[in-house]
Nanobody
């Protein structure tokens, strides 16, 4: 059984940083492409960042490029999202997800991902 557990969310001020973690169990982590998504109240879940199985390919939505960095530590079965220069519009519940089919590139549709964590709240005050 694949399980994903996010952590690291919280309440911060604009300009601050946070690092989200996603611990994965029940799956070979080194052969897994993964993504971070977020969902704000009243909005659809949107792609934030993704990383392929090898870690050599990363993708970001335009609004976070240059501020967020995705990474994965295969030895720890953990994926990270380093979020710098946070803005109020980054406020959302953040989810990590596993792509069970494609490993060598990053897909950006939520429907392409098969396993999800429970989410962690990120709130950025102005």
């Amino acid at each position: 059984q694949v399980q994903l557990v996010e952590s690291g969310g919280g309440l911060v001020q604009a300009g601050d940083s946070l690092r989200l973690s996603c611990a994965v169990s029940g799956r070979s982590f080194s052969s897994t492409a993964m993504g971070w998504f977020r969902q704000a109240p009243g909005k659809k879940r949107e792609f934030v960042a993704g990383i392929n199985a090898s870690g050599g390919s990363r993708s970001y939505t335009d609004s976070v490029k240059g501020r967020f960095t995705i990474s994965k530590d295969n030895a720890k079965n953990t994926m990270y999202l380093q979020m710098n220069s946070l803005k109020p519009e980054d406020t959302a519940v953040y989810y990590c997800a596993v792509d069970n089919l494609i490993t060598y590139f990053v897909r950006q549709r939520p429907d392409d991902y098969d396993y999800w964590g429970q989410g962690t709240q990120v709130t950025v005050s102005s």
